[in-house]
């Protein structure tokens, strides 16, 4: 059973890039036709879907965060990654990594979740 | 690409049955059969309940049940029980590999 673990600092400062990493386990990030993806859920609102890197290495992005956003993956390390730039306070959020293996454009397996403040 | 609209809240009583509604466009909803339903409780992660519209993965209840018309997809819980009571989103494909988000609904067992 694949198990998804998020890790990164939890403050960041306006402007700067947030930058997390989800660490995979029970099954490599190149398993042929499987996406990851990043989500947030700022404090009391609903989910957000920032991205999706699929098995290949090719991301596709939220259009709204896509001037702001890049997902890449290190296979070597089985981990794929969040970089947020120009970050502002409105970017605060619980960040979850997750991966879509079993049906299309459905989530199956998710981290536990990462709170990230942006905050000076 | 807007959020789906789902209502902020939903409730029932114990063994009674709750619908919550997923409207979106002919972009999303209205063109692919790729309609999921989570479940989260307080500070927990998604749980995934229904995929594909109306698919079960295992594990979950036969209580929970999906079903889509136009560009509205709906979520029924029957028999509800007290562990129901969470947050619900749904979500749907959008096209050139981009997933959109409603809001959620609050689904309260009184």
């Known amino acids: 059973q694949l198990q998804l673990q998020e890790s990164g600092p939890g403050l960041v400062k306006p402007s700067e890039t947030l930058s997390l990493t989800c660490t995979v386990s029970?099954?490599?990030?190149?398993?042929?036709?499987?996406?990851w993806g990043w989500f947030r859920q700022p404090p009391g609102k609903g989910l957000e879907w920032i991205g999706s890197?699929?098995?290949?290495?090719?991301?596709f992005y939220n259009p709204s965060l896509k001037s702001r956003v890049t997902i890449s993956g290190d296979t070597s390390k089985n981990q794929f990654s969040l970089n947020l730039r120009s970050v502002t306070v409105a970017d605060t959020a619980v960040f979850y990594c997750a991966t879509q293996t079993i049906a299309p454009a459905t989530f199956h397996y998710w981290g536990q979740g990462s709170l990230v403040t942006v905050s000076s | 690409q807007s959020a789906l609209t789902q209502p902020p809240s939903a409730s029932g009583s114990p063994g009674q049955s709750v619908t919550i509604s997923c409207t979106g466009t002919s972009s999303d909803v209205g063109s692919y059969n790729y309609v999921s339903w989570y479940q989260q409780h307080p500070g927990k992660a998604p749980k995934v309940m229904i995929h594909e519209v109306s698919k079960r993965p295992s594990g979950v209840p036969d209580r929970f049940s999906g079903s889509k018309s136009g560009n509205t997809a709906s979520l029924t819980v029957s028999g509800l029980q007290a562990e129901d009571e969470a947050d619900y989103y749904c979500?749907?494909?959008?096209?050139?590999?981009?997933?959109?988000f409603g809001g959620g609904t609050k689904l309260t067992v009184l």
């Open positions: 979500s749907s494909y959008a096209g050139s590999n981009t997933l959109v």
């Open positions: 029970g099954g490599p990030i190149s398993s042929s036709g499987y996406y």
């Open positions: 890197m699929y098995y290949n290495g090719i991301s």
